[in-house]
């Protein structure tokens, strides 16, 4: 009787030991999977952003009139 008791105490032991192991790893990865919602989420509005200029391009040139010339 003593013997099964025992082995049960360590059953529940292991079992216990596992999920809170489980849970560890589950709960290791919850900062990784935030960062890459956040990601996602900025990727998502830059894409339904208006295509607008970069720094280093020069936005397209305005319809321009032709200027009279000078009076000299």
Do not use: C, H, N, Y
């Not at 105490?9 to 890459?36: N, Q, R, T, Y």
């Amino acid at each position: 009787m003593g013997d099964a008791v025992l082995l049960s105490i360590l059953a529940i032991a292991g079992v216990a030991s596992m999920a809170f192991s489980s849970i560890k790893k589950v709960l290791d990865e919850v900062p990784d999977v935030i960062d890459s919602a956040g990601r996602a989420r900025d990727a998502w509005r830059r894409f339904k952003r208006p295509e607008t200029p970069q720094r280093d391009e020069q936005p397209p040139p305005a319809d321009e009139e032709e200027q009279p010339p000078a009076a000299a």
